[in-house]
Structure formats: structure tokens, C-alpha cells
């Protein structure tokens, strides 16, 4: 299941996308435009990228102050069809006034009024053919769900009471495989109340139980099991939909390369990052190592081996055993877009702070096959 759904997530995207770059050039991130305007070239999770990546999907349209690095003034941005998806208007970096998001189809997706960078009132959300859908209000600084409908029509919940049940889609690679996950609940003064769950859901509306929690009347998470990682946690999935519009005002850039666009190389970071604590015998030490891996066609990983191992021996049979405990790799292509055996190479850095901190980073992906 883990690996089926995953790999359909990857041929959706198609191979055309992957590498699109020429490695020699330097990427276009942004250039000007008519009117002391700047356009902006971003994938959709609003990374920027080369103007001529297949991953690119959304271009804003906006003035920007070169010295403070922000944006200023009206913006908009369009789809690759030329569709409108977003306004919004920046007073020097900092969101003021009415913000507004629309669905491919054009109609309106959601809409909100910012105040010194903070949303204000009521944030409501619309399905799209325009009926409502989800109205969270921010005059307080936690916000809280008001109303709910369902796909059906039906109001869920009203004045801030009722049943929530709320399906998104995982914006990046996840070990579990599945390409969505549901929230379920009680919603009490606009907060989650009692018992809630997660589930993961496939393509075929197939659900298995992710996570059950438990919230105090105030909409504080008391208990939290992962039953995947058979572990508690405390920080809980989000109930309210994303927007991931807030991180293009970070100007964030990622190469055009699949690995890197579909959160894998952030998902390896940050496995080897959960992996190690803090430890006072490793200090101010930068360094590289890489692992290659025999990669079967649907992305199973057969043989892997260090290969460039890390100057500190010690450390290096841990490295080893978190690199045996990733389940799975985008498989590469031909040039008919068709899976193939491959063996690939996996770099990282290193760095251990005065203080002992591990800090993995800067994953790459080398694929001997593909082209």
C-alpha cells in the first residue's frame, strides 16, 4: 500500500518535470517586468524555482524593495494557464488588507483581511462552485472554527459547535505513503474537544487509523498516540486547510529536480536529524559522507552501502542503520517515462554545534541511469 500510493503520486507528476534545468545555468528566479513591476516564478507549494522548471506553476506579479527584500504594494499571481489564484497588497514586506485566493475554475476559493501582517476576523473558505465551506474567525489570536459544511451541503458546524470532519492532502513525501489524511472531532467553542482521530486516506477513499487524541476544554492537546509509530506526541496535524502562499514571502529557492521539489531530500533531513541527540563529545565538526543504494523499480531499496563515510568512525555505523531504515526512493525513469532499476548515490552534510546539536543537511541525489 505504502509504496502503490506513492509512486502513483510520482507519475502524476510525470517525468517531463524532473531535471528540467540545465545544470550549467544559472537559474531564473525572477526577472523584471513593465511598470518597475518584478515577476516571481514559484512551484506550487511556493518555493522558487527556475522560470523554465517543469515544476514551475505559479508566477506573482508584484513590486518589490530591493534593499529591504520584500514585497510592496498590489500583487497577483497567475497559474500557468494565466488564471488568477491570488491578491493581495503589502505595505513593505508586511500583509495589509484584503487578501484573496481562487480555484482553477476561477471562482473563489477563500478570502481574509490581514492587519499588520496578522488575519483578522472572519477567514472563510469556499468549495468550487462558490458555496461555503469553512469559516474560521481571528479576533482572537488563536483562531477558531465558526462554521462547517460538508460536501454534501450540510452544516456541520454552526456558532462554533458541532462535528468536524475535514480531509487534506499531505503537501510533501511522507513514510506512511498515503497522499491524504482526515481529521475527525467534536468542535466546542470553536476549539477541538474530546476525543478526536486522523486518518490516512489513499486514492480510493480507503482509510486506515493514524491517530487518536485527546483535548481539554480548552483546546489544549492532552494526549496524542501515533499508532504507525506505535509513540506519543504532543504537537497534533493541523484541522484547517494550509496555505502555503505565506512561505513565497520567504523568497526560499529549491533546484528543479524531483527529489527536491517533492520534499524527499527535507524528509531525509530531517530523518537523520530526529535520529541523533545532542551529544557533548562531538563538537564544532563539519562534514560530508554519502551512502549509495541498489534501487529496485518500484522504489525498493535493495543494497545500500556507505561509501563515503564520515571522519568520525564512531558515528558511521549509525549512519548506516538510519540509511537501512528508509523504506523507499522515487524510483527513476527512462526516457519513456517508465520505471527502471537504477543505483543511486546519497549525499549530506554534517554539522555539530559547540554545544553538541547534530545538524543534517543539504541532501542530494545522484541517479546513475536516469538522464
Known sequence: MKLVNIFLVFIVISSSAW?????????????????????????????????????????????????KNVFHGEFKDFDNKGTIILTGYYNQGVKEG????????????????FKENKPIGDWKYYYPDE???????????????????????????????GNYQFKMPFEFYNEYGFPFFERKGKIKNGLPAGYWTTNMVDDKEKKVLFTE??????????????LFLDAPYRI?????????????????????????????????????????????SFQNMEDDFAYRVSLEKDGTPAIITLNHPLKITALNKYIEII?????????????????????????GKLNISEAGVFNFYNFKIEREEQR
Not at 134 to 151: A, C, K, S
Not at 217 to 226: R, V
Open 19 to 67: 531535471g528540467q534545468v540545465d545544470p550549467s545555468k544559472r537559474d531564473t528566479l525572477f526577472e523584471k517586468a513593465p511598470l518597475d513591476m518584478v515577476r516571481f516564478y514559484y512551484d506550487n507549494h511556493y518555493y522558487l524555482v527556475d522560470k523554465d522548471c517543469g515544476f514551475k506553476s505559479i508566477e506573482r506579479l508584484s513590486q518589490f524593495i530591493v534593499s
Open 98 to 113: 484584503n487578501f484573496k485566493a481562487y480555484h482553477p475554475n476561477g471562482k473563489l476559493k477563500w478570502e481574509v483581511a
Open 131 to 161: 458555496k461555503p465551506m469553512l469559516t474560521i474567525n481571528y479576533d482572537e489570536p488563536t483562531g477558531r472554527v465558526i462554521e462547517f459544511w460538508d460536501r454534501l451541503g450540510r452544516q456541520r458546524v454552526i456558532a462554533g459547535e
Open 213 to 226: 487524541e485527546v483535548y481539554d476544554k480548552d483546546g489544549t492537546l492532552t494526549e496524542g498516540y501515533n
Open 236 to 280: 497534533p496535524l493541523t484541522i484547517v486547510p494550509s496555505n502555503p502562499f505565506l512561505l513565497g514571502e520567504k523568497l526560499i529557492s529549491k533546484p528543479c529536480k524531483f527529489d527536491d521539489y517533492s520534499g524527499f531530500n527535507a524528509y531525509l533531513s530531517d530523518k537523520f536529524n530526529a535520529a541523533f541527540r545532542a551529544n557533548p
Open 323 to 347: 540509511a537501512k531504515d528508509i523504506p523507499f526512493y522515487f524510483p527513476s525513469l527512462n526516457n519513456q517515462g517508465e520505471p527502471i532499476e537504477d543505483t543511486l548515490t546519497i549525499s
